[in-house]
């Protein structure tokens, strides 16, 4: 179904509501504006295939602008509200973005990119107007609340930043469909948590996220409520599964680990007797944590492991994962291989890159080099997200460590190639390597080891002002939290840093 079935048998029936205000978007009103909003698309010259890009906090409207793309057949990039003017300008530019959306809350970065991005057309603000922007509560007002002639499903085009630097855009091939077809991840969702139009889903992460938006996305096919959180507050969270009646809900680690934090009083006071499916992915989840996790909720917590790629879904229910602690799933899309470095496939046990052979393709938008590089080397078809691990006997799979230095902190990739770009043009800085150490609450944080140039004095005072000089030009989630000063960072003669080295050596010191 979609919001058009919804609205019409239940016009009333809330399809957002906002956590903090408390401001309800009914299915009849998602319905009507999201249609509003798909003839201007079609005013504006779009037809589908062609790209919109919106960039929002946790908004009520941000689902009429991701339905009005998706029933106008376009593919839509949801955009971090937390990115800096070039990333932002970067991103509209690589992905061909002819409409661009944001909120008098975003206005100052969105309208730092104007004149970096010639080839977007029509720019609508929320909650206002800025120069350059028109008001979209206006334009949109404009248009009729009846579906477009050539309605047909769409498609979100993601990006995820690329260990060299740049975001990389993940597109996948349009399918046109008719609106109401249903698509693979509402069959799994539908399979494996058994939604309905009675649900209550609960997010508390942010929306531009590729879970959390193709999750609420489906959720609303099929009738239920949303609950947003505009961010994460761990007691919050529990008090909106009482007050609401929450049935389902997704997580991150982190977010697990911030609610068993809290006093045991704090956590006993709250009616959690509604909720009956909670969901976590995006990062490996701690084995205690789970288990703590399992002891309070009870065996409700379900697992997934898959990609914004859309290349392989893996699945651990709660029996699954208590017979297999630690593992992320085992397939339900794609079949899983563990390779050595020269592609040849390894037996249960041993580790090594993870590659899945038989689910979707994609391709980096615009970059060959890299959509090639996430292929195995021989050849098969078989594509990885870059992670390494191993398989059971049973085909359940683990993971162990990054391909790349990916990041991951409190659930969100961080790449840090990024910031080394960042801080190695800073005129005090002679050499320096960013990458993860583990953090109890996030997982990892990100860290810098930096080799200062000669004349300079390596302390706390240099150590703040590159933080302060990544965060002016990079999201701040991106920089380092901490600086530490070396005379030499490990280097092949070739150049070629050993970054592994430093790897190690925090990760012996955290385990000490």
């Not at 079949?335 to 592609?343: K, M």
């Amino acid at each position: 179904m979609h919001p058009g079935v919804i609205a019409a048998r239940t016009p009333a029936r809330p399809a957002v509501i906002m956590a903090g205000s408390g401001d309800v978007l009914t299915y009849r009103e998602l319905d009507e504006e999201s249609n509003r909003l798909a003839h201007l698309f079609r005013s504006a010259g779009l037809r589908p295939g062609d790209h919109v890009a919106f960039m929002l906090e946790n908004h009520r409207l941000f689902f009429v602008v991701a339905w009005a793309a998706h029933r106008s057949g376009l593919y839509y990039t949801a955009i971090s509200s937390r990115l800096q003017t070039g990333e932002l300008a970067y991103i509209l530019g690589n992905c061909g973005a002819r409409v661009f959306i944001s909120s008098a809350h975003l206005a100052e970065v969105a309208c730092a990119v104007t004149a970096d991005t010639p080839g977007v057309r029509v720019r609508l603000m929320i909650d206002g107007v800025a120069p350059g922007f028109t008001s979209f509560e206006e334009a949109v007002a404009a248009h009729p609340p009846t579906p477009v002639e050539d309605e047909c499903q769409g498609m979100d085009m993601l990006y995820s930043s690329g260990t060299t630097g740049r975001p990389k855009g993940i597109k996948n091939a349009l399918r046109r469909a008719p609106l109401d077809a249903p698509g693979p991840l509402l069959r799994l969702i539908e399979s494996l948590f058994a939604p309905s139009a009675d649900s209550v889903y609960l997010s508390p992460a942010p929306l531009y996220h590729a879970a959390p938006l193709r999750y609420c996305l489906n959720f609303q096919r099929l009738g239920a409520t949303v609950v947003v959180m505009e961010r994460f507050d761990p007691e919050q969270a529990l008090a909106l599964i009482e007050r609401h009646r929450v049935t389902h809900s997704q997580w991150v680690p982190t977010m697990f680990i911030k609610m068993l934090k809290l006093p045991a009083e704090v956590r006993a006071k709250y009616d959690l007797s509604s909720h009956a499916c909670a969901v976590h992915a995006a990062a490996p989840c701690p084995v205690p944590v789970k288990e703590r996790m399992l002891e309070w909720w009870g065996p409700i917590i379900h697992e997934y492991y898959a990609g914004t790629e859309g290349n392989c879904f893996l699945y651990a229910g709660p029996q699954d994962w208590l017979a297999h602690k630690g593992t992320v799933g085992r397939p339900l899309l794609g079949v899983t291989h563990v390779c050595d470095e020269e592609g040849g496939e390894l037996p249960p046990g041993e580790r090594g890159t993870v590659y899945f052979a038989d689910g979707p393709r994609f391709e980096y938008h615009g970059d060959p080099e890299k959509t090639r590089a996430s292929q195995d080397p021989r050849g098969r078809g078989w594509t990885t997200l870059g992670d390494i691990g191993y398989v059971d006997e049973e085909g359940f799979l683990y993971l162990t460590d990054r391909r790349s230095y990916t990041v991951i902190s409190g659930g969100v990739n961080v790449y840090p190639q990024e910031a080394e770009n960042v801080l190695a043009v800073h005129p005090r800085v002679a050499d320096v390597a960013v990458f993860g150490v583990p953090d109890e609450e996030m997982g990892e944080r990100v860290h810098a080891v930096v080799q200062p140039v000669p004349s300079q004095e390596a302390g706390p005072e240099l150590a703040a002002e590159l933080i302060a000089y990544c965060r002016e030009r990079l999201a701040h989630y991106k920089c380092p939290a901490a600086v530490d000063f070396r005379d030499e960072l490990p280097r092949h003669p070739t150049g070629k840093l050993y970054k592994r080295l430093l790897v190690e050596e925090y990760r012996r010191r955290a385990a000490d």
